[in-house]
Nanobody, 125 residues
């Protein structure tokens, strides 16, 4: 259902773009976005977007650096990450809920029933 790609290694201050190919979700109004996780810590929300109107929930520390966008023709959601810091190093997961963004708590892992495989992002100093 969700296939994430685009991770890699970059120096601090650099940029990366992650992609998430979406298939099998029939609703036109659902929530989709990205979580990340580092070893020993809970998975945390990064950016979650409403497919209805593009409303976006931002996790801590990413506003102004990360953006989420969607290409409907390609069925793909992107996470553009700029001004990366070592604190952004994590495994990033694409996630989607079949419910409307307005009906879920975006930051809660349990709200999402679709998950892509993680992709590693490593930022070096």
């Amino acid at each position: 259902q969700l296939q994430a790609s685009g991770g890699g290694s970059v120096q601090a201050g650099g940029s990366l773009r992650l992609s998430c190919a979406v298939s099998g979700i029939t609703s036109d109004d659902y929530a989709i976005g990205w979580f990340r996780q580092v070893p020993g810590k809970e998975r945390e929300g990064v950016l979650i977007m409403s497919t209805e109107d593009g409303s976006t929930w931002y996790g801590d520390g990413v506003r102004g650096r990360f953006t989420i966008s969607r290409d409907n023709d390609r069925g793909t959601v992107y996470l553009q990450m700029n001004s990366l810091t070592t604190e952004d190093t994590a495994v990033y997961y694409c996630a989607a809920s079949s419910r409307s963004w307005y009906r879920i708590r975006s930051w809660m892992v349990d709200e999402y029933e679709y998950w892509g495989r993680g992709t590693q992002v490593t930022v070096s100093s």
